[in-house]
């Protein structure tokens, strides 16, 4: 047996971390997780961790994060978990839900990956590259956590993402997380048998976003989705001023009076996306 392999070995302290972390589901956790759990002083539990990292059984994703290395592993010293389980940690215990472009990809939106992870938080956060992920955390307020729901990454563990109407409202909000105002509608279109009308209005009422109802209101007319009665619920929201449909174009195109929008994206480049 080689060496290295040798190396990984657990002591009383570290066989103590690893198992109250696999007991609380924890394979990503912080140096404060490692002083709850030992109760070690921050020196303490700083030289700790860097011994369990020698011997294999810790990976340091960021000063102060790091990843349990699962034993079933064997050899392996190095593991990154899932993305969406670091941005939860990183998050804390502040409110976040999976957003935007990732939260298009998992709820099988879009047909190319997204490179960076979108997470929704209650609490600024910088973007920032943690175990080879691109994190963009984006700000938002408690009044702006609605339409979370739970999604599992396994038998044991989740995390929070938007739910489905909730995915499309985000996107019209920020098209530029998502790759433009046509993968939403493209997105919105492969899921039309599943999304609700209703609820996509009421949510965009609660966001008070006069951009994010006009872009909604013009796509669900557009792609014959809402009835009148829905659509003039979105349409008695509307001010005056107007707004470019998708804000990434230039700002051309005829004004649209009935949804106050500029129509930067022909109706041909919407009507694409039901056959592309």
């Given at each position: 047996?080689?060496e290295?392999?040798?190396?990984?070995?657990?002591?009383?302290?570290?066989?103590?971390?690893?198992?109250?972390?696999n007991?609380?589901?924890?394979?990503?956790?912080?140096?404060?997780?490692?002083?709850?759990i030992?109760?070690?002083?921050?020196?303490?539990?700083?030289?700790?961790?860097?011994?369990?990292?020698?011997?294999?059984?810790?990976?340091?994703?960021?000063?102060?994060?790091?990843?349990?290395?699962?034993?079933?592993?064997?050899?392996?010293?190095?593991?990154?978990?899932?993305?969406y389980?670091?941005?939860?940690?990183i998050?804390?215990?502040?409110?976040?839900f999976l957003?935007?472009?990732?939260?298009?990809?998992?709820?099988?939106?879009?047909?190319?990956?997204?490179?960076t992870?979108?997470?929704?938080?209650?609490?600024?956060?910088?973007?920032q590259?943690?175990g080879g992920?691109?994190?963009?955390?984006i700000?938002?307020?408690?009044?702006?956590?609605?339409?979370?729901?739970?999604q599992?990454?396994?038998?044991?563990?989740?995390?929070?993402?938007?739910?489905l109407?909730?995915?499309?409202?985000?996107?019209?909000?920020?098209?530029?997380?998502?790759?433009?105002?046509?993968?939403?509608?493209?997105?919105?279109?492969?899921?039309?048998?599943?999304?609700?009308?209703?609820?996509?209005?009421?949510?965009?009422r609660?966001l008070?976003?006069g951009?994010v109802?006009?872009?909604?209101?013009?796509?669900l007319?557009?792609?014959?989705l809402?009835?009148?009665?829905?659509?003039?619920?979105?349409?008695?929201?509307?001010?005056?001023?107007?707004?470019?449909?998708?804000?990434l174009?230039?700002?051309?195109?005829?004004?649209?009076?009935?949804w106050?929008?500029?129509?930067?994206?022909?109706?041909e480049?919407?009507?694409?996306?039901?056959?592309?």
């Amino acid at each position: 047996m080689s060496e290295r392999y040798h190396t990984k070995t657990l002591g009383a302290r570290s066989a103590q971390l690893v198992t109250e972390l696999n007991e609380l589901r924890k394979s990503t956790f912080t140096l404060a997780d490692v002083r709850a759990i030992t109760g070690l002083s921050p020196e303490a539990a700083r030289n700790l961790v860097h011994k369990a990292r020698q011997r294999g059984l810790v990976t340091r994703l960021k000063p102060g994060l790091y990843n349990l290395v699962p034993f079933e592993l064997g050899r392996a010293t190095e593991h990154v978990d899932s993305p969406y389980l670091i941005a939860r940690e990183i998050a804390g215990d502040a409110s976040y839900f999976l957003s935007h472009g990732t939260a298009f990809e998992l709820h099988r939106m879009v047909t190319q990956a997204h490179l960076t992870v979108y997470i929704s938080c209650t609490r600024r956060v910088r973007p920032q590259t943690v175990g080879g992920y691109d994190l963009r955390f984006i700000h938002i307020t408690p009044e702006q956590v609605f339409g979370v729901t739970k999604q599992w990454i396994d038998k044991e563990r989740a995390v929070m993402i938007s739910d489905l109407d909730r995915t499309i409202i985000d996107g019209l909000r920020h098209p530029e997380f998502v790759g433009g105002i046509t993968e939403v509608a493209k997105g919105m279109w492969m899921k039309r048998a599943e999304l609700d009308a209703k609820r996509l209005v009421e949510y965009a009422r609660r966001l008070g976003v006069g951009a994010v109802a006009r872009r909604l209101g013009y796509l669900l007319e557009h792609y014959d989705l809402a009835n009148a009665a829905t659509l003039e619920a979105l349409r008695e929201t509307l001010t005056a001023t107007y707004q470019r449909f998708d804000p990434l174009l230039p700002a051309e195109g005829r004004f649209l009076s009935r949804w106050r929008l500029r129509l930067n994206v022909t109706p041909e480049e919407l009507d694409a996306v039901r056959f592309g």
